[in-house]
Each structure stands twice: as C-alpha cells, then as structure tokens.
C-alpha cells in the first residue's frame, strides 16, 4: 500500500476521497472521512506505508485522507491531461484501438465514450491508440517510446 495507488484505486472505482490507515490499509467514500466532529492533528498519522517506507499511511485508527479528483464525465467536461510524452504505458492492460485521426480530443472522446477508459497512449504519427480501464495500472509505470503521448481523464 502507497498513497498515489489507493487514490487511484478509490478514483478508479468512483470515489471522491481515499484514505490510508495503519501501513496497509485503503478506504474509498464520498464523504471526507472525519473523528467525530474534528479533525486529528498530521501527527496523529505517523505510520510508514508497506510499499513505500517514505509516505505516511495514517496511524491505529488514524487516516492520511486525500481527494481523488473523480468526477461524472460527459462531453462537455471531458478534461485530460498529457502526464508522459515520448513515453508509453509499461502495462498490458490495455486495448489497442486503431483510427485514421490521432486527434488527441477525439481520442479522449472515445476514451470517454467506453466508460471504463480511464487514460489513453496515443502514438502521433499514425494514430494508434491505446486505453486503460484501471487507474492504479497507472503505477506500474512507463516506459520510454518516441513519438507516443500518454492522457489521463481527469
């Protein structure tokens, strides 16, 4: 467990908020998670998580919360952003879709259009696209390839 792959897990699955608690443990909701009427003071969250010793994932009964960004998509807020040019998606998760436009707002339509599409490679010169449906496949990282342009939705 790491912060970045629970928030893209919680997003993943429709979630507004991801929090993580004692190292290991991820929880998804739509409400910011509270004690009570107050929030804990950051010291509270003071255990290091599992997969990756430099983050902090909460404390006993503590939660390291963060906003997923998830929102309903539709065409008229259809936001992506570029987040690895030159580079191309390390996972095999992924379909490979071919078109004739390599328009990067048509393929973010299309990437919207399926639903489940969450991010989208796309390889400039001919086209070539690629969509992932799982956010946290995001983490298994990427690998460098010219002329290729990695968008996720946001």
């Not at 790491?2 to 991820?26: D, H, I, P, V």
């Not at 929030?39 to 906003?67: F, K």
């Not at 998830?70 to 095999?92: G, V």
């Not at 490979?96 to 919207?112: D, I, R, S, Y």
């Amino acid at each position: 467990m790491e912060n970045n792959r629970c928030t893209l897990y919680c997003k993943g699955q429709g979630f507004k908020y991801a929090g993580t608690e004692s190292a290991n443990w991820c929880l998804c909701g739509d409400n910011a998670f509270r004690n009570g009427s107050e929030d804990v003071n950051d010291n509270a969250c003071n255990t290091y998580c599992y997969g990756d010793s430099t983050q902090i994932c909460g404390g006993e009964w503590r939660l390291s919360v963060y906003a997923t960004g998830f929102r309903l998509w539709n065409s008229r807020n259809a936001i992506y952003t570029e987040i690895a040019k030159d580079h191309k998606l390390a996972t095999q998760t992924r379909k490979v879709v071919t078109t004739t436009n390599p328009n990067v707002f048509g393929c973010a339509m299309h990437c919207l259009a399926l639903t489940r599409c969450k991010a989208f490679e796309v390889l400039m010169e001919t086209g070539k696209r690629s969509v992932l449906y799982v956010y946290e496949s995001l983490c298994e990282g990427i690998q460098y390839a010219t002329g290729y342009s990695i968008f996720m939705l946001m």
